[in-house]
């Protein structure tokens, strides 16, 4: 995993939840290879592990915690535990998402539906509400929500996702208004078509399999599609996403509050 040696970020502490993800996991080894330590929030408890062993490697403080998002008890449980072990958290990466089903509109399952809009927005709250407690006692700092290109163009088949990200962006809106008062700064991120890996393979697969008329029924065949709606003719990769993060939260982006940061392959 490769980052930018820059250590802007020395002596500062970020939590990330959704830690054990692809886009948590590049976050994370992006800021412990700038100086900060790194607090792991996820449910999948053995992939968090495997990542803090890896950033082992930056002599940083790390630290994990299983977290539900949308309990707030377990949140508050993984803040107050956070700051016990590494003290005061400055950064917070609102990060954790469930993408969902891909279906139509009249076809999609009001389970699943529930359930991306449980986490994917109740939990956001549940976090940045922690988030903002937290940084107005210690004086400020910045949150970053991760939203997704869904929340701004509205892609076929994805109802419930594309719904719950448009809300991500709105909350953003809104904290970042609320919150510039205690010094807080609260960005949104928006990834696209990013990848390879295991989610970019997912949607194309589910894709094909909904049977529309904005996609082929051969997955390989998506994959080319949705590269060639991106002017670049390119994915985004992790390493850009988290790169993206690391801007929001730094001091270069001091004046920044209320953006939604598109990272998408070249759009």
């Known amino acids: 995993m490769t980052a930018k040696a820059t250590y802007q970020f020395a002596g500062k502490t970020i939590l990330i939840t959704g830690g054990a993800g692809d886009i948590g996991k590049a976050t994370a080894h992006r800021f412990a290879a700038n100086g900060a330590g790194v607090v792991l929030l996820d449910l999948n408890e053995a992939k968090m592990a495997d990542v803090a062993e890896e950033l082992k490697e930056y002599n940083v403080p790390v630290a994990t915690f ?5 309990a707030a008890d377990d949140v508050a449980k993984a803040f107050s535990g956070a700051v016990q072990q590494l003290g005061q958290i400055h950064y917070v990466f609102n990060n954790a998402g469930y993408q969902g089903v891909f279906a139509k509109t009249d ?3 009001e389970d699943d539906f ?14 940045l509400k922690a988030a903002a407690q937290h940084l107005r006692d210690a004086g400020g700092g910045a949150i970053v929500n991760t939203a997704s290109y869904a929340g701004v163009v509205s892609p076929p088949n994805m109802l419930a996702y594309g719904a719950s990200k448009f809300a ?16 807080i700064r609260v960005n949104s991120l928006s990834p696209a078509l990013i990848g390879p890996g295991f989610m970019w393979t997912r949607q194309t697969e589910l894709q094909a ?3 529309s ?9 998506v994959e080319q ?17 988290a790169n993206g993060v690391a801007f929001l939260m730094s001091e270069e982006a001091s004046y920044i509050t209320g953006f939604n940061l598109e990272i998408t392959g070249g759009q």
């Open 66 to 70: 299983s977290c539900d998002v949308t």
């Open 168 to 183: 991500v962006i709105g909350m953003t809106q809104t904290a970042a208004k609320d919150l510039a008062p205690y010094g």
């Open 107 to 109: 076809e999609y399952p």
């Open 114 to 127: 529930q359930k991306v809009i449980n986490i994917n927005v109740v939990g956001v709250f549940h976090v």
């Open 209 to 211: 399999a909904v049977g």
């Open 225 to 241: 599609q949705m590269i060639d709606s991106v002017p670049m003719r390119r994915l985004g990769s992790l390493e850009e996403v």
């Open 213 to 221: 008329q904005y996609f082929d029924a051969n997955p390989k065949v």
